[in-house]
């Protein structure tokens, strides 16, 4: 469980070099447990992420009475209870630090007639739920939240949703995911148009469980009334994960590193895409598609790398990755400048003024702006960072150690555990200079 005395400790210097299997994707992971629970049959999963946010998934779904086994070196079954079997929880379903988990079980709970209350921690009780609740009162939800349309959300029994053709303002997988999911209960077409494309990851994921959703050009579109028949899923090493040693072996002179089995989503892979335009040398290896997502490999060589101006088209597609560009940018030459991502502002953290306070704590120019960043490439110092409980952070800075002139001390790293379980084993394996403190 959380400790929030948990520090790293990132020491200079070192190489990275050798294979690596990141652990599986969280996105996927989240969504393996939700459709495989409302699925008739079992559904057996592999690679799942055994984190803290995909743990709070499989429990909710426990304690609304369905059977899940494992996990297991990743493996779990999934005995589903179809589309109307769940159960009330006897108490409150307590998702963690887990955003995906709350909005996209909004979506999925809407409509089945239980009384539900979600909550978080204090991170996700913080975070914006109005974007998932008014377009679900839209349909006929009854959800609670408090007063500044946070969590928790009290989810109240209803005798059925309308549809509705919604177009999102902001570019979100999870509010799209969440509406698709409240979808399967309307009665007609839902649709959701979405302003950039976002993950796509839902829409796959219930075609391959045999539910249609229809693309027509921005607008995804599901009927209500279907079922879920449940199906094996291979779960991709999430490039989330992989993201810290795309950037640490592109930074660390010498390195030349093997991430094996990366999803490689058209829709997630803008981190590739802006490191390539940076100067890095990232080659895709043995592309296939596995149970509907493409997977490759990734050899990463260290290169020296530009500072550029981040097209705003990669935005969405590299949204939790920002924290360890930002890193490549601080080791790059020259001028970055991000614009369109004031979104970083309402995940785990607010990722803007949080990555560029650490930055500046290590010496780097790093000038937050309302809606993006602007960061000279330079040395790096030592010193002290607070992650604010964020574990994209204290990972970025993991890895900015790699550059660093003296250690830099990571606080508040427990939720590394949220996404990436064993990162600092990894990490040290392939030649990070890292350690974890228990405070
Ligand atoms: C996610 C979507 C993204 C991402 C989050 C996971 C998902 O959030 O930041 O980590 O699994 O759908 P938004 O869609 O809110 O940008």
């Not at 330079?378 to 964020?390: C, E, F, L």
Request: glycine share 12%; with cysteine.
């Amino acid at each position: 469980m959380s400790n929030s005395n948990t520090s790293f400790t990132a020491r200079p210097g070192g190489v990275l070099s050798g294979t690596l299997r990141v652990p599986g994707d969280k996105s996927i992971s989240h969504r393996s447990i939700m459709l495989g629970a409302l699925a008739e049959g079992v559904t057996e999963v592999e690679g799942f992420l055994e984190g803290e946010d995909s743990l709070a998934t499989l429990r909710a779904f426990r304690d609304m009475g369905v059977r899940i086994e494992g996990p297991d070196g990743g493996r779990v079954r999934i005995h589903g209870v179809g589309m109307h079997g769940l159960r009330a929880p006897a108490a409150a379903l307590d998702l963690g630090n887990s955003g995906t988990s709350m909005r996209l079980m909004s979506g999925l709970l809407a409509g089945q007639g239980l009384d539900v209350t979600l909550v978080g921690d204090a991170s996700l009780s913080k975070r914006p739920m109005k974007r998932v609740t008014a377009p679900l009162a839209e349909m006929g939800a009854r959800i609670d939240t408090a007063d500044n349309g946070t969590a928790p959300l009290r989810i109240h029994p209803v005798d059925g949703l309308r549809p509705i053709d919604y177009a999102m303002p902001v570019a979100s997988a999870q509010v799209k995911s969440c509406l698709l999911l409240a979808g399967m209960y309307a009665d007609g077409t839902t649709c959701v148009a979405e302003p950039a494309p976002t993950r796509d990851h839902t829409e796959r994921m219930l075609q391959g469980f045999g539910y249609p959703v229809r693309r027509d050009g921005a607008r995804a579109c599901i009927d209500g009334g279907g079922t879920l028949r449940a199906c094996a899923i291979d779960v991709p090493a999430d490039i989330s994960s992989a993201a810290f040693f795309l950037v640490g072996a592109s930074i660390a002179e010498g390195s030349d590193l093997l991430l094996e089995h990366v999803g490689i989503n058209p829709t997630r892979d803008g981190v590739i895409n802006i490191l390539r335009l940076m100067g890095a040398d990232i080659e895709i290896r043995n592309r296939r598609e596995v149970g509907g997502e493409p997977v490759a490999d990734l050899r990463v060589r260290s290169a020296p790398l530009k500072g550029i101006r981040i097209p705003e088209d990669q935005v969405p597609l590299a949204i939790d990755e920002f924290p360890v560009l930002f890193v490549a940018a601080a080791c790059a030459d020259g001028e970055t400048v991000l614009t369109g991502a004031e979104e970083l502002r309402v995940k785990e953290s607010d990722r803007i003024q949080v990555m560029a306070d650490g930055l500046q704590a290590v010496g780097v120019d790093a000038r937050p702006t309302p809606d993006g960043i602007v960061i000279q490439g330079g040395p790096i110092g030592g010193g002290r960072v607070d992650s604010h409980g964020d574990h994209r952070i204290a990972m970025a800075f993991t890895m900015a150690g790699l550059r660093a002139s003296a250690p830099i001390h990571i606080d508040d790293c427990a939720n590394v555990n949220t996404s990436f379980p064993r990162f600092v084993d990894l990490a040290a394996g392939v030649g990070c200079a890292v350690e974890s403190n228990d405070g």
